[in-house]
């Protein structure tokens, strides 16, 4: 894989990105740590592609800015990724090996964490995720958080959510266990399953599953 580093602000004057194979967003704020994970993840891949890592000078946030390069990239897969991820080997070939294999949308990276119920870092085809949010990948009210969570619901709904533990992307965060959730993601999250994520998920159990 290749690495482009940018700035959000150059981001925002139009710069486009093209690969025939996966295309990763890593928005970042500290530039030491988002180079040597970029590194590794484009080392170890296993498949073709480009990781497009931005810097986040103006504040923009993690989801604005993944659904910014969505929108400003041509691809058939797409990942979200981010700067305290420690890839496996061969971590992203057997993401789409494993997408493939299986006809999914959405794939949830082996984080460490969720084994799979939650795609905290993901692979998604692009042909469904582009239909999902009139061309955002994530639902764009959300700044920080549960932006993943929706996401994954509406694979499960429509049966399409893959997992793989060979797909190792773990989250390298010491003090993450112990962070709150942004309240107004919260509160928009649960807002968003009174509707049924705008009448897309209808199962009981799925709507209930992170709220």
């Known amino acids: 894989m290749q690495i482009e580093l940018i700035s959000s602000s150059e981001l925002a004057r139009g710069r486009r990105f ?38 986040d000078d103006v504040g923009d946030g993690f989801i604005s800015l993944v659904n910014q390069v969505f929108r400003a990239s041509s691809s058939p897969w797409f990942a979200y990724v981010a700067q305290d991820a420690f890839a496996g080997r061969g971590w992203l070939a057997a993401a789409v090996a494993a997408m493939e294999r299986q006809q999914g949308s959405l794939l949830a990276f082996n984080d460490g964490k969720w084994s799979g119920a939650l795609a905290a870092f993901g692979l998604v085809r692009r042909a469904w995720a582009a239909t999902n949010y009139s061309g955002d990948l994530f639902y764009p009210g959300y700044r920080r958080h549960y932006a993943d969570a929706e996401l994954t619901v509406l694979a499960l709904q429509q049966q399409r959510l893959v997992y793989t533990a060979e797909g190792v992307l773990v989250e390298v965060d010491w003090g993450k266990d112990d962070a709150p959730v942004d309240p107004a993601d919260r509160a928009l999250y649960h807002e968003r399953v009174r509707t049924g994520f705008d009448g897309r998920v209808r199962a009981p159990q799925l709507l209930k599953r992170f709220a």
């Open 18 to 55: 093209q690969t025939s194979g996966v295309l990763a967003a890593m928005p970042f704020t500290r530039a030491a740590e988002a180079e040597r994970a970029a590194r590794l993840m484009a080392q170890r891949a296993g498949v073709d592609g480009l990781i497009v890592a931005v810097h």
